[in-house]
């Protein structure tokens, strides 16, 4: 005996009933894609993932150590220790550079090796601040550190713990203590550490004042168990910082403007792979730069490169020939006309900008 067919009451229902799940289906599908193009960390996610996936082979992390998501996104900021920079790449500042290595490079390279000493104090320090003028060279010391510990480097953008998601800013500062001891040895290197970490106000927003209570915490236990991790802070503002955040940063280095020594020898690191005359002038140039940092020296040879070269550029790439610049020798004449160059830039900056 077959079945009645169902009333027109029921199949309206059963329609009614398709209907809404669909709408429902639809709308969380439309909701999850509009929070997706509002969350700002979308597409940063999407390349932390991607970012990770090249980093994952050189990490060397242990089978249980994946990242979360918030790792992920501090592992884009990853400087490998190949990637580094040589300490003999680095002029005027062999006495700064030899105290590191006797206080820092070693005691870490003893801690990750098997080699123990019978001392409970023989340990590289857990925060070094260095500070001095813009453009001296505290980056590329952290680099060199980094690579001649053999170290991963995390250049950590700490303005990125300013993030608007609720709850955000406490789980990434979580994330980069977490992170760094899954990729230890590690530096961390924070540039500008006091655009955050300055000295604590009544003025300090709520989320802000959470954010450096966090952090200071965090970092308290780290200093106190034993792992290969240092954090390197730069400043030129050293008196900007929160005293809890010196206190924090025992080794302190002064990287200052070079004198017209250090100024020769920085232009001798520049220039030993250039083809300059024989009898270059180191001396004279050095003299003729006086109040320049070791940046500002990079950018007078590079325009001094440019300005040699100029005249032959074009016949170099119309005629593929490579002969033409085996003659071109930069002569110190070169590099003390693009300083005066470079001075009067900056002279004709500053008046427009009091203008």
């Known amino acids: 005996m077959g079945m009645d067919p169902p009333s027109d009451k029921v199949l309206s229902a059963i329609i009614k009933s398709v209907a809404t799940l669909l709408s429902a289906g639809i709308a969380c599908y439309v909701t999850l894609k509009v929070v997706t193009l509002l969350d700002p960390n979308h597409e940063r996610k999407k390349e932390a993932k991607k970012r990770m996936e090249e980093l994952k082979s050189f990490l060397k992390l242990k089978p249980r150590e994946e990242l979360n998501e918030h790792e992920l996104r ?38 990750a090796s098997n080699i123990t000493i019978p001392s409970a104090y023989y340990g590289p320090p857990k925060g070094i601040l260095l500070h001095g003028p813009p453009g001296c060279g505290k ?21 990125i713990l300013n993030d608007m998601w609720y709850g955000e800013t406490s789980k990434l500062t979580k994330a980069l203590f977490t992170l760094c001891q899954k990729i230890q040895p590690c530096i961390v290197f924070i540039d500008e550490i006091d655009s955050v970490l300055r000295f604590r106000s009544r003025n300090d927003h709520e989320a802000t004042a959470v954010m450096k209570t ?39 280095l002064n990287v200052p403007k070079p004198d017209v020594i250090k100024r020769e020898e920085i232009l001798k690191v520049l220039l030993k792979n250039e083809n300059i005359i024989d009898d270059f002038d180191y001396k004279k140039v050095a003299t003729s730069t006086d109040g320049m940092s070791g940046s500002d020296l990079k950018e007078i040879v590079r325009h001094a490169c440019l300005a040699k070269y100029r005249d032959v550029a074009k016949n170099l790439v119309e005629r593929n020939d490579g002969q033409l610049v085996n003659n071109i020798n930069i002569s110190h004449d070169d590099i003390i006309l693009s300083a005066q160059h470079f001075v009067e830039n900056g002279k004709n900056l500053k008046r427009k900008s009091n203008q």
């Open 139 to 159: 980056t590329l010391i952290a680099r060199a550190i980094a690579k001649k510990a053999k170290a991963n480097f995390l250049n950590f953008d700490i303005s």
């Open 74 to 111: 501090l592992a884009t900021q990853i400087v490998l220790p190949e990637s580094g920079v040589d300490m003999e790449d680095i002029g005027g500042c062999a006495d700064l550079l030899a105290q590191i290595e006797d206080d820092v490079i070693f005691p870490l390279l003893i801690q």
């Open 214 to 252: 966090q952090f200071m915490a965090l970092w308290d236990g780290f200093a106190q168990s034993v792992n290969s991790v240092i954090i390197i802070g730069a400043t030129n503002r050293p008196e900007d910082l929160d005293s809890a955040v010196l206190r924090r940063l025992p080794f302190r």
